[in-house]
């Protein structure tokens, strides 16, 4: 069964509340105290330092920005969940309601991602290629820069260990502290208080979409987390946390292959490809039919 919390202190509004506020000042001291020890270990200024791992300086630092972005994720997205869990005396065990997984739920789980990644790429092609006003298309090109920028440093693999590297920094850390964040405490939580389901799955959508900072991408996150947050309801987070994983490592892996040469590869790892209409449509089709089938929890 998905967890749905008890009447303890902050699981309620006001431990969302909670939760958002520790979330902003971590993403702001975390992000500037580790910044500021870790320019001094590296003989850097602290702006210099931030254009080093934000991919504007080459590509010499990639471990340090990959050490860094490490920690800052720990500090601003893993910390607010586990105190808010302690304040309320959660067990993280009792939160993901620790379980041997089923092959059918682990299947359908995988499937639905898999169904889900030719839509995400077409909906930021559309995003990209409409006309935007000549401000809002400066400021999304502007953030969409800085984010390539960033990735492409954390993305450059010589070897296998680097894949193996990035796949625990890009694929398994944020599938485990994203999806506690939203599917396991903000969307049980919006449940528990609204008694609804549909409007918590979209409410935590929508902030998990917005902390991205990514505008192209916006509606591909912001329906990935409808998705991730229908599989969290149905199978668990623990199911929700593999397919989290699943997308994620998906363009990792076809990142990697593309850098050792494999061109096929390249149209999983690159936004300005446009994936055909047909498939885009064949995967929503069958999500849809498979989120409304009778042997599927109606929502």
Same mark, same amino acid.
Request: some cysteine; glycine content about 8%.
């Given at each position: 069964?998905?967890?749905?919390?008890?009447? *303890?202190?902050?699981?309620?509004?006001?431990?969302?509340?909670?939760?958002?506020?520790?979330?902003?000042?971590?993403?702001?001291?975390?992000?500037?105290?580790?910044?500021?020890?870790?320019?001094?270990?590296?003989?850097?200024?602290?702006?210099?330092?931030?254009?080093?791992?934000? #991919?504007?300086?080459?590509?010499?630092? +990639?471990?340090? &920005? @990959?050490?860094?972005?490490?920690?800052?994720?720990?500090?601003?997205?893993?910390?607010?969940?586990? $105190?808010?869990? +302690?304040?309320?005396?959660? *067990?993280?065990?009792?939160?993901?309601?620790? *379980?041997?997984?089923?092959?059918?739920?682990?299947?359908?789980?995988?499937?639905?991602?898999?169904?889900?990644?030719?839509?995400?790429?077409?909906?930021?092609?559309?995003?990209?290629?409409? &006309?935007?006003?000549?401000?809002?298309?400066?400021?999304?090109?502007?953030?969409?820069?800085? @984010?390539?920028?960033?990735?492409?440093?954390?993305?450059?693999? #010589?070897? =296998?260990?680097? $894949?193996?590297?990035?796949?625990?920094?890009?694929?398994?850390?944020?599938?485990?502290?994203?999806?506690?964040?939203? *599917?396991?405490?903000?969307?049980?939580?919006?449940?528990?208080?609204?008694?609804?389901?549909? $409007?918590?799955?979209?409410?935590?959508?929508?902030?998990?979409?917005?902390?991205?900072?990514?505008?192209?991408?916006?509606?591909?996150?912001?329906?990935?987390? =409808?998705?991730? #947050?229908?599989?969290?309801?149905?199978?668990?987070?623990?199911?929700?946390?593999?397919?989290?994983? +699943?997308?994620?490592?998906?363009?990792?892996?076809?990142?990697?292959?593309?850098?050792?040469?494999?061109?096929?590869?390249?149209?999983?790892?690159?936004?300005?490809?446009?994936?055909?209409?047909?498939?885009?449509?064949?995967? $929503?089709?069958?999500? =849809?039919?498979?989120?409304?089938?009778?042997?599927?929890?109606?929502?």
């Amino acid at each position: 069964m998905y967890y749905l919390p008890n009447n *303890r202190t902050f699981w309620n509004y006001s431990g969302i509340g909670l939760l958002l506020l520790v979330l902003i000042i971590s993403m702001l001291t975390f992000s500037s105290a580790i910044g500021m020890v870790m320019s001094k270990y590296c003989h850097l200024g602290f702006a210099t330092f931030l254009k080093a791992v934000q #991919g504007k300086m080459g590509y010499s630092y +990639t471990n340090i &920005a @990959r050490l860094y972005n490490f920690l800052s994720f720990l500090g601003f997205m893993l910390f607010p969940s586990l $105190l808010l869990l +302690t304040i309320n005396r959660t *067990r993280l065990k009792e939160l993901l309601s620790f *379980r041997k997984p089923g092959f059918k739920q682990m299947s359908i789980s995988v499937l639905l991602i898999i169904l889900a990644i030719p839509i995400g790429m077409y909906l930021v092609f559309l995003m990209e290629g409409f &006309a935007w006003p000549a401000l809002v298309k400066s400021w999304a090109n502007a953030l969409n820069t800085g @984010r390539e920028s960033q990735f492409k440093l954390l993305l450059r693999m #010589g070897d =296998i260990w680097d $894949l193996f590297i990035c796949l625990g920094l890009l694929a398994v850390l944020p599938a485990f502290c994203e999806e506690l964040l939203f *599917r396991g405490i903000t969307q049980p939580i919006l449940m528990h208080k609204t008694g609804k389901v549909w $409007l918590p799955i979209i409410l935590q959508a929508l902030v998990f979409s917005m902390l991205h900072f990514s505008f192209y991408e916006f509606f591909t996150i912001f329906g990935l987390g =409808i998705l991730l #947050g229908v599989i969290a309801y149905r199978y668990g987070i623990l199911m929700s946390m593999v397919a989290h994983f +699943t997308f994620n490592s998906t363009s990792i892996i076809a990142e990697y292959l593309s850098q050792k040469g494999m061109q096929e590869a390249q149209v999983f790892s690159s936004n300005n490809y446009e994936p055909p209409l047909l498939l885009s449509l064949l995967g $929503l089709l069958l999500i =849809i039919f498979i989120i409304t089938k009778k042997t599927w929890v109606k929502l």
